[in-house]
């Protein structure tokens, strides 16, 4: 329930479209309830009246359900526009509202989660909790306060007619209900979670499908695949045949108001006690007045499965970030000397630290290159450098003002990177670049293309910079996407370069060019180069060989290197 509570908050922006949403449900239903209602009772008396021979005005009661018919329909359809555009931006909102939780979270990866299951949260999670208004509060709204007018209006004939039709209306929209959640709990939730397994297998049988060839593992992978899928069969079919009880139980229960009312009314009728064209009105208004609650039964049914997935909504939004923002962030200087002084890095649950006693500075003009094996702790640095995660021990500054009082997106403003494992999007080149500056002019691109060794390889394409290059970049080579990560750093102005293994992939001419162009194109900024190949490395002021996470060597590139550009560092860098 207190899940339920914090959804429903969630809504307080959307409230006023909600209310409009169910003001006009309430007004279908009661024009549909009046127009049987009052249709029962015009044939009645029409009928009455001509075997009395008496006259009779039907002008009136023909136009008021003639207007209840086009109030019906109206309704209808404005309460589904409303009630479906209040859900849509809602669920937008939602979309919005977990990824403004997520980004602090995830800025190393997902955290432990798969991306089927990031992916079924974002979209079915969500999707899903569209049922919490237009299948749950809306209806219970509008049964609440239809029950309340049907029985105030019977009481007004018949007392002993209205508190049956109270208790029968409690018991579809009570009773049943709650039956219904307790027996299709399990299986709601099951499928739910189910379908986040299914998904999370299916992603991955997709990523991997190559090498469960390659092993003849995939027939196995599907047959998974088919088992967790007949799972999921068997647990919609039981809610099936649950809801389709509830369909019943609800046909009984307007049956029995009907014949408890045509049984309560008949002997006042005798008695004179009510007109007899009100039998059929009252009979009829018994029977419809059920159309209010139909919705709740299912309601309930589907109720544990949506919880379910607002559970696994907030356990994603409530995950801690990596790095807490300030509550009072400090401002940057017009400094961007980056320095890290005594800093120590034990990543959570790790036995050995990452990182120990690192101390470095990269000031505008100034180039630093990090070298070692991999795993000796040379991408932390880029993650501390950028405030994705803290140092343990020890402090980092910007401009002379610690990191941990600045905000993230304010560090990350002074810094242009090429990450080791940079993301490329399944979309174009260009729009690739764009992720950069969105207002990068086609000059701009050529421009960084070219230092970055891949405006040639572009421009022989027949779409050129509209080439679409596949999920991951897959129909780039590996080097071709290096240099593709490259020139999009190069498009952020920002005073310090961080490349992490910028000519990963690439031939020795061909880094080396690539190097020689990125170090010339930005002479002013301060570089941090995080590499395990000698490309250029004569080119900087300091060179700093780290080994299982501690400084071994450091020191010019005449210090460092010996002749043929190798590093000195136990016969080379691997």
């Known amino acids: 329930m207190r899940d339920l509570v914090r959804l429903i908050k969630l809504f307080r922006s959307y409230w006023s479209w909600m209310a409009l949403s169910v003001l006009l449900s309430l007004v279908a239903v009661l024009a549909n309830v009046g127009l049987m209602s009052i249709s029962g009772w015009f044939i009645a008396a029409m009928g009455l009246a001509g075997v009395a021979g008496a006259s009779f ?191 019943a139980a609800m046909t009984v229960l307007m049956g029995l108001a009907l014949a408890c009312a045509l049984l309560i009314l008949t002997p006042a009728i005798s008695r004179q006690q009510i007109a007899p064209a009100y039998l059929p009105a009252l009979a009829l208004l018994a029977l419809a007045s059920f159309e209010a609650l139909a919705a709740l039964p299912l309601a309930a049914l589907s109720l544990s499965g949506t919880l379910a997935s607002a559970r696994r909504l907030f356990a994603l939004a409530d995950a801690p970030p990596a790095v807490p923002e300030p509550t009072v962030a400090a401002q940057l200087t017009s400094s961007s000397r980056l320095v890290m002084e005594s800093v120590g890095l034990i990543y959570p649950g790790a036995s050995q630290p990452a990182l120990q006693d690192i101390n470095f500075e990269i ?17 932390s640095l880029v993650n501390l450098a950028m405030r994705f995660i803290a140092p343990t021990t020890g402090r980092i500054t910007l401009g002379g003002v610690d990191l941990a009082t600045l905000n993230g997106e304010d560090v990350r403003g002074r810094m242009s990177v090429v990450e080791q494992n940079a993301h490329l ?42 080439t679409y290059i596949g999920t991951q970049g897959l129909q780039l080579s590996g080097g071709q996407a290096r240099r593709l990560a490259v020139a999009r750093a190069l498009l952020h102005p920002a005073p ?45 002021h300091e060179i700093i060989v780290l080994d299982q996470g501690r400084v071994i060597a450091r020191g010019t590139p005449d210090e460092i290197l010996v002749s043929g550009g190798d590093p000195l560092w136990h016969g080379g860098v691997s």
């Not at 799972?231 to 919609?236: A, G, K, N």
């Not at 950069?436 to 691109?445: F, G, N």
């Open 57 to 247: 005005n039907y002008f009136t009661p023909a136009a008021i359900i003639r207007g209840l018919a086009i109030t019906r329909t109206a309704g209808r359809y404005a309460e589904r526009v409303v009630g479906h555009e209040a859900t849509f931006r809602l669920l937008a909102s939602l979309r919005s509202w977990l990824f403004e939780r997520l980004e602090p979270t995830m800025t190393l990866g997902l955290g432990g989660l798969r991306s089927g299951d990031v992916m079924t949260r974002m979209r079915a999670d969500i999707d899903r909790l569209e049922l919490v208004f237009l299948r749950l509060i809306a209806p219970a709204l509008v049964a609440l306060i239809a029950t309340v007018f049907v029985v105030f209006l019977m009481a007004a004939y018949s007392p002993l007619l209205a508190w049956v039709q109270l208790l029968l209306m409690l018991a579809a929209a009570l009773i049943l209900p709650v039956l219904l959640a307790r027996s299709g709990r399990d299986a709601s939730v099951r499928l739910t979670n189910g379908g986040a397994r299914l998904n999370n297998l299916t992603v991955d049988t997709i990523e991997g499908l190559a090498e469960l060839h390659v092993h003849g593992a995939a027939g196995r992978q599907a047959t998974r695949i088919n088992e967790l899928s007949d799972t999921l069969i068997e647990d919609e079919t039981r809610l099936a045949a649950r809801g389709a009880a509830a369909q």
């Open 363 to 379: 000031a505008p003009g100034r180039r630093v290159a990090v070298i070692g094996h991999s795993g000796s702790g040379k991408s």
């Open 425 to 466: 999007f399944a979309a174009t080149i260009a729009e690739n670049l764009r992720v950069a500056r969105a207002d990068v002019t086609e000059t701009e691109m050529e421009a960084v293309c070219q230092i970055a060794q891949l405006h040639d390889f572009i421009a022989a394409q027949p779409k050129g910079y509209a």
């Open 496 to 540: 310090v370069l961080i490349l992490d293994e910028p000519t990963e992939g690439l031939d020795a001419a061909t880094a080396r060019a690539l190097l020689d162009a990125v170090l010339e194109a930005r002479r002013d900024c301060g570089v941090l180069l995080i590499t395990h190949q000698p490309a250029a490395l004569e080119r900087m």
